[in-house]
Each structure stands twice: as structure tokens, then as C-alpha cells.
């Protein structure tokens, strides 16, 4: 499949606004998608690392999503509020605050396993070429984060 769509604005000719706009249109997806779980997308994305890994510390989730505790500790106050986590602290090391599912947020793993799906067919790509976009878009992050 390819985009045979000729650039006609200075817009149109900025990777970094192509890549801007694609980040528009999956929010705006994931949000149809995780509105009845009553999840943002950037809760989904706490709930699967803990889902991968439970118990994890706010600093753990922080690096992997990269966040800063000052925007992911409101976050999961509110996935806390909702009943999916709890906060505690480590008791080896009470400066760290441990994130932990609770049974329904452990169980509501169960309940998107549709999404990754609805999101593939979304795209309207191979997985061949997903495959390759997925190992294009890291390259890209890398040099433009060592840049």
C-alpha cells in the first residue's frame, strides 16, 4: 500500500507534522475504544505494564512510558479513584511508592483484549508492513532523541 499523495503545503513536507497528526487520529481511535472501560489512553498504557508487571514503583512506570512523576502521579491517583489500582509504600524503601492492580483492574485485562485488534485493522496495513513501520518509527526516535 502505498501513499501516492503529493505534498502541496510546507505542512505537508514535515515529517515531524505527519507524525503529529497520525498521534491525532490514534487518540482520537483509543479514546472510542477505552471510553466504555472509562480509560484515557495514556491509563491504558499504566494498566499494561502492570498487567505485564504488577506492583510496579511510579518511578518503574515513569522511565518505561516516559513520564515525570509530576504528570504520571495525578494519573494514577485518578486510576486509583476508579477503583483499577492501589499506591502503597515499599517497605524496603519508603521513599518509593508501589503501583498494584486491584481484582478489577487485574480482571479488566480481559475485557480489551479487542482493542489491539480494532487498532491493527485500523491502520489498513500488512503486518509485514507494520512490522517494518514499528522498527522505522524506533530508529527514527533514537536518532532524534540522540540528536
Not at 46 to 53: D, G
Not at 98 to 123: F, K, N, P, Y
Not at 124 to 129: A, K, N, P, V
Given at each position: 500500500?502505498?501513499?501516492?499523495?503529493?505534498?502541496?503545503?510546507?505542512?505537508?513536507?514535515?515529517?515531524?507534522?505527519?507524525?503529529?497528526?497520525?498521534?491525532?487520529?490514534?487518540?482520537?481511535?483509543?479514546?472510542?475504544?477505552?471510553?466504555?472501560?472509562?480509560?484515557?489512553?495514556?491509563?491504558?498504557?499504566?494498566?499494561?505494564?502492570?498487567?505485564?508487571?504488577?506492583?510496579?514503583?511510579?518511578?518503574?512506570?515513569?522511565?518505561?512510558?516516559?513520564?515525570?512523576?509530576?504528570?504520571?502521579?495525578?494519573?494514577?491517583?485518578?486510576?486509583?479513584?476508579?477503583?483499577?489500582?492501589?499506591?502503597?509504600?515499599?517497605?524496603?524503601?519508603?521513599?518509593?511508592?508501589?503501583?498494584?492492580?486491584?481484582?478489577?483492574?487485574?480482571?479488566?485485562?480481559?475485557?480489551?483484549?479487542?482493542?489491539?485488534?480494532?487498532?491493527?485493522?485500523?491502520?489498513g496495513m500488512t503486518?509485514?508492513?507494520?512490522?517494518d513501520l514499528f522498527?522505522?518509527?524506533?530508529?527514527?526516535?533514537?536518532?532524534?532523541?540522540?540528536?
Amino acid at each position: 500500500m502505498t501513499d501516492t499523495h503529493a505534498p502541496t503545503s510546507a505542512l505537508d513536507q514535515m515529517l515531524c507534522f505527519e507524525i503529529y497528526s497520525t498521534e491525532h487520529a490514534f487518540g482520537r481511535l483509543y479514546k472510542d475504544l477505552l471510553q466504555p472501560l472509562g480509560l484515557t489512553y495514556p491509563q491504558f498504557l499504566v494498566m499494561i505494564l502492570l498487567w505485564e508487571q504488577d506492583g510496579r514503583s511510579i518511578s518503574g512506570i515513569g522511565a518505561a512510558l516516559g513520564l515525570e512523576s509530576n504528570t504520571l502521579t495525578p494519573l494514577v491517583k485518578r486510576l486509583e479513584a476508579a477503583g483499577f489500582v492501589t499506591r502503597s509504600r515499599d517497605k524496603q524503601d519508603e521513599r518509593r511508592v508501589l503501583v498494584s492492580l486491584t481484582e478489577t483492574g487485574d480482571a479488566m485485562r480481559h475485557q480489551v483484549g479487542h482493542i489491539r485488534a480494532c487498532v491493527t485493522r485500523a491502520t489498513g496495513m500488512t503486518e509485514q508492513e507494520l512490522l517494518d513501520l514499528f522498527s522505522n518509527l524506533r530508529k527514527l526516535r533514537k536518532a532524534v532523541a540522540a540528536a
